[in-house]
């Protein structure tokens, strides 16, 4: 496709363009003034789909947050969550970061066997991003299944009904946690959304659990796909992972972004053009959709030599993994900063850590996310460096309780000071 048709038209799914090329993909995606993310599910405005192809089924009672927003709103959104998710702001969460991943490597170090999706990557950026929101962190395992299961379930799967049952649960405790924050303010994204203005007024809860919603997937799902492949990855080429523990202070970087490349969590969004045009010389109708993949564009061997072999001390890497344009994926600096420090610990204290293939499991389908649901692995056992992870737990909900580690960098710049 990239050679000979960079956009191609499909006629799955009441037909839809598909962007392969990294050029095209980067063109489509700046051109926001004629592409739409808007999802109406109302059918208020112009009964545009969202980012979705095929559109969920049912329809959802509300948008996917500000993803699936224009502008002016969306951008007033993102201004709204700035101050908690800059660069700045989230390298004060590392000392956070770190004890959580010490703790849930804890957990299994003298076991010697691990499932480093279930006993790891699960756990960690749930359990920020839920610190992050203003949520106790304890509840880290209430949003943690739903959030992956709704990604790895098939839509027509039996066990959807059980997985639709747990998000009720979840968003039922998130609704009582936005009523609670309301009416007695403590730190956290919560309380800014609650307290953004939204095209001159106050958004209603249930746009506002979209946002939420948006925040939680985009915390979740994504960086434990990321890790979950990279570890797999240097399991199978040791010496590509003893190179990079061995030289991690050139290569980490570097690394990161090849892994986010070829692995691309987030494979790819739709759009909907808004008006007539002509883009990347083709020519594209109002109302027709478009799907951007990112995961085909960061393959384009136009843009990156020999694409389908991940190169550690890869150069210049402009990878499309977190999406390009007004829409790119506010969480970016999450994610880099929670995957480097759960790699980092995992080659320190598991430095010959072998994957098991047959129990390995990924995603059935990769419609949203490309990735696992387990990743066992074994490794020489050896003790534990500190407490559980239940008590990890509330060793840290009392460190942001009294520093108040979820206000925005703004009123708070240092770092979060934890003591066991």
């Known amino acids: 496709m990239q050679e000979k048709c960079p956009i191609a038209w499909s006629d799955t799914y009441d037909g839809h363009w598909v962007a392969a090329g990294a050029a095209e993909v980067f063109e489509l995606a700046r ?22 192809i095929p559109a969920p089924k049912p329809p959802p009672p509300v948008r996917g947050g500000f993803l699936e927003m224009d502008p002016p709103e969306q951008r007033h959104y993102r201004q709204a969550l700035n101050p908690y998710l800059s660069p700045a702001a989230v390298s004060r969460w590392i000392p956070f970061v770190d004890e959580v991943v010490r703790a849930c490597l804890d957990e299994k170090c003298e076991s010697g066997a691990i499932d480093f999706v279930d006993d790891l990557a699960n756990i960690v950026p749930a359990v920020l991003t839920l610190a992050m929101l203003g949520v106790p962190v304890n509840r880290w395992e209430l949003y943690s ?3 992956h299961a709704a990604v790895y379930t098939p839509p027509n799967s039996p066990e959807m009904a059980r997985v639709r049952e747990q998000q009720t649960a979840c ?73 990079l523990s061995r030289e991690r202070d050139t290569l980490l970087d ?15 969004d739709a759009r909907t053009f808004s008006e007539d045009c002509e ?10 959709r478009v799907w951007l993949s990112w995961a085909m564009a960061n393959r384009d061997p136009s843009v990156f030599a020999d694409p389908d072999r991940i190169d550690l001390e890869r150069s210049g890497n402009r990878h499309h993994a977190f999406g390009l344009g007004i829409h790119r994926c506010i969480g970016s600096n999450v994610a880099r900063t929670v995957f480097k420090r759960m790699l980092m610990q995992v080659l320190d204290r598991m430095p010959g ?68």
């Open 279 to 288: 883009i990347a010389g083709t020519r594209f109708k109002e109302g027709e």
């Open 171 to 243: 968003f039922s405790d998130l609704f009582q946690e936005m009523s609670v924050i309301r009416e007695k303010p403590r730190p956290g994204m919560i309380d800014a959304l609650l307290n953004a203005e939204i095209n001159g007024g106050r958004p209603d809860d249930l746009e506002l659990l979209g946002v939420l919603a948006l925040v939680i997937g985009g915390g979740f799902d994504t960086t434990t796909a990321l890790t979950a492949h990279a570890l797999e990855w240097l399991s199978e080429h040791p010496g590509e992972r003893e190179r």
């Open 145 to 147: 299944e739903p959030t």
């Open 353 to 420: 850590y072998r994957c098991d293939p047959e129990g390995t499991v990924h995603y059935e389908t990769i419609g949203v996310i490309q990735g696992m649901r387990h990743l066992p692995a074994t490794f020489d056992p050896h003790p534990p460096l500190g407490p559980g992870l239940e008590e990890t737990l509330g060793i840290l909900q009392k460190a942001c309780d009294e520093q108040r580690l979820a206000e925005p960098v703004t009123r708070r710049k240092a770092a979060a000071k934890i003591t066991r």
């Open 31 to 52: 051109s926001a003034d004629k592409l739409s993310n808007d999802h109406d599910v109302k059918g208020e405005r112009r009964g545009y789909k969202g980012i979705t």
């Open 254 to 268: 570097s690394a990161t972004e090849e892994f986010l490349r070829y692995f691309t969590p987030a494979p790819g």
